[in-house]
Each structure stands twice: as C-alpha cells, then as structure tokens.
C-alpha cells in the first residue's frame, strides 16, 4: 500500500511563492529556468515524476524527460507557508516562481497513526528526552511560549515520520509508490506573533531551513537516492479565490462562449481506451452469431443433433 502524508487538503489562491526541488534521483531530470508554474499542476508534477499519466498534457518546460524504466520510489512535497521563499544554501536546489491555486488531497498509512496530532500531544512530544528540543539552536525563540512551541512542533513531526520510516524500513523498499505532502503553518504564525522584521522570525527561518535540509537527506537516503524532495512556500491564502464544484464542461463552457461552428467537445485520453474495447467486443459477438447461425442452419437433424441421437437411443433401448 502507498504511503500518503496528508496535512494539506486546501483549495485557494496563492499569493506570492516558489516551488523549489531540494533532491532529485537522476532519473528525474529539473531544467534550471524561471519558468512559472501554477498552483494546480503540482500534483501533476508529482504524478509524472513517478511515471503516472495525467489527463491534461502538462508543458511546463521546467520537468524534461527522464529514464522511462527507472521511476523514484517516493515524492515529498512540504508547504511552508507564512513565506514567499526561504534562504536555501546554494547547490543542487532548482526553484521555480509559483502561481494560482495549490490543490492536494490524499490519506495517511496506518504506520504514521503513532505521530503527534493534538496540541496537548505535541507538547508532550518536544519534552521527551529524545525530542529536537535538546539539539535545535533555540537563540530568540522560547520554551514557555505556545507560538515558539507550535513551530518547534512541526520540525519535531518532520523528524518522527523519518525516524518512523527508518524503523519500517519495508515501506519504502516496497513496489508502491509512496507520496509525502505535508503543510507547515508555524512560521507564519511566529510572523504573525512577532512581525516578519523581528529576531524570532530570522532565526525560525534559518532553524527550518536547517530541519528541512535534514529532512530531505533522510527521506532521500531511507529511499536510496530514488526519492523527489519538493519545497513549495506559500506567502498567504487568498480565499476569495476558492474554487467551487464544477464539471469540466461548464469549466470550459464558462471560458470558452458557445461557438458559431457547432465544434464538439475534445475528447479525453480515456477514449480511445473505450472505443476500442466497444470494438472489438462488438466484432467478436457479430462474429460469434454469424458462425453459430451457419452451423445451426447447415446442421443434419439426423446426425448433428445430440437431442435426436439421445432420442433415437432411448428408442432403441425400448
């Protein structure tokens, strides 16, 4: 079974934002460029990358084309919102500026039911004596405040699903693909609570530039090397941008005023699936019936059916 990590079940506007690849196996080829992307085809970027097809053609230069026969294993994908791009240390990093709508749903394996979730756990969490309390450079940040904690307890979530996952090492060894999709809000609140000038919110910013560095090593390496480590940073939500429930249709009616041509609908990747299918079933029960009515009308009652001669038996035997 799949492996998701679900914390992000949102449909909303993004303002401001990047989409950055942390790690890539080789198979997975990134153009460097500044090529923008919108919100909604990350999930297509994910499903591509592990060899999937997607239903609308994705031409998006930023992903070239890979190795066919060698797919990673497992994608991560983290939220960070509260920030429009993070100070990452330069190298193998690839960002890419960010547009419109993010779009993510998914659900969580049973191995993860173990991790923190409730305020009260979370708290609990960070004061055990192996908790990311005793090796994270606090300096402006504190113990005593429930915003301070609030972050320091979504690094420690980080650093749990990779500990978890090294203690079930056969998830990630198994032939599924795995999805890891996480939101962290922590640093937008510290933003909120101290101001997007102040000391808390630098160092914040520098301890999860280091925990998500950490995390993307982990993850890639439980993986060996044939994992895609994804960072997506959000500024804020516009929620006046909320998508509503619309078929595709009246989304392309909507945009697309009725034409004078009387042109028809474009058809999906599923149709040449169905069409064929139809076919072909059809041509083999025409074929059936029409071999089957020739061998019952050139048939000898007298000799070809199995009704006169078990008949003609029960005759003799009389």
């Avoid at 064929?276 to 059916?305: C, E, Q």
Wanted: charged fraction near 20%; hydrophobic fraction near 45%.
């Amino acid at each position: 079974m799949a492996v998701f990590i679900m914390l992000l079940a949102l449909v909303a506007g993004v303002l401001g934002n990047e989409f950055s690849i942390l790690r890539s196996p080789g198979s997975v080829v990134f153009r460097n460029g500044n090529w923008p992307i919108p919100g909604e085809r990350i999930p297509d970027v994910a499903a591509l990358t592990m060899g999937f097809s997607v239903k609308d053609d994705l031409s998006w230069p930023g992903l070239a084309v890979g190795n066919l026969f060698h797919r990673p294993r497992a994608t991560v994908m983290v939220m960070v919102k509260g920030v429009d791009k993070l100070a990452l240390p330069p190298g193998n990093v690839i960002s890419y500026p960010l547009e419109n709508r993010v779009y993510m749903v998914g659900k969580a394996n049973s191995v993860f039911e173990d991790l923190s979730v409730t305020l009260r756990q979370l708290h609990n969490r960070l004061f055990q004596e192996n908790s990311v309390l005793s090796s994270l450079p606090l300096n402006s940040l504190s113990r005593n405040n429930e915003v301070d904690l609030l972050f320091l307890s979504e690094l420690q979530v980080l650093h749990d699903i990779s500990s978890l996952l090294s203690r079930h090492k056969h998830l990630a060894k198994d032939h599924s693909p795995d999805l890891y999709s996480l939101e962290l809000a922590g640093l937008d609140e510290i933003g909120k609570r101290y101001g997007e000038d102040s000391e808390q919110f630098r160092d914040a910013s520098k301890i999860l530039v280091d925990a998500l560095q950490r995390f993307a090593d982990d993850m890639y390496n439980l993986y060996g090397g044939n994992a895609v480590v994804e960072l997506v940073t959000v500024k804020s939500f516009d929620t006046s941008l909320i998508r509503k429930t619309r078929t595709t249709l009246e989304a392309k009616e909507a945009k697309n005023p009725a034409s004078p041509y009387n042109l028809a609908y474009k058809y999906n990747f599923e149709y040449s699936v169905v069409f064929n299918m139809v076919l072909w079933i059809m041509i083999g029960l025409a074929l059936a019936v029409i071999i089957t009515s020739y061998n019952i009308w050139n048939m000898d009652p007298g000799y070809d059916s199995i009704i006169y001669r078990m008949t003609n038996q029960k005759i003799r035997m009389d």
